[in-house]
């Protein structure tokens, strides 16, 4: 399987927003439009201009970064959210 393959499957276990924003942020993808709205706010992009722009910039880190990435996310994906990681005794 290939990394892109594999992060695309983190992708989809996120199951908090704090991980898909941190992982947002790391590849410097955008979160919300460039120009304000109406109401004087940037507007969100669509999921699928985030999701593309995040598959792109991934592909184009270097083989160890893209391993070290997908790393990180699975195992922020196994941790529980929220801080409760604690294990009982």
């Known amino acids: ?8 499957e983190e992708i ?13 942020t790391l590849l410097g993808v955008r ?9 004087d706010k940037f507007p969100p992009r669509d999921f699928v201009d985030i999701y593309c722009d995040l598959i792109e910039k ?6 160890n970064k893209r391993k070290e990435i997908n790393q990180l ?4 994906n196994k ?6 990681n604690t294990q009982n005794s």
Do not use: C, H, W
């Open 1 to 8: 399987m290939s990394q892109t393959s594999k992060l695309m």
């Open 58 to 63: 991934f592909d184009g880190l270097s083989r």
């Open 31 to 39: 979160l919300v439009g460039e120009e304000k709205d109406e109401n």
């Open 79 to 84: 941790e529980k959210p929220y801080g409760n």
């Open 73 to 76: 996310l699975r195992k922020a």
């Open 12 to 24: 989809n276990k996120i199951k908090d927003p704090e991980t898909f924003i941190g992982l947002a």
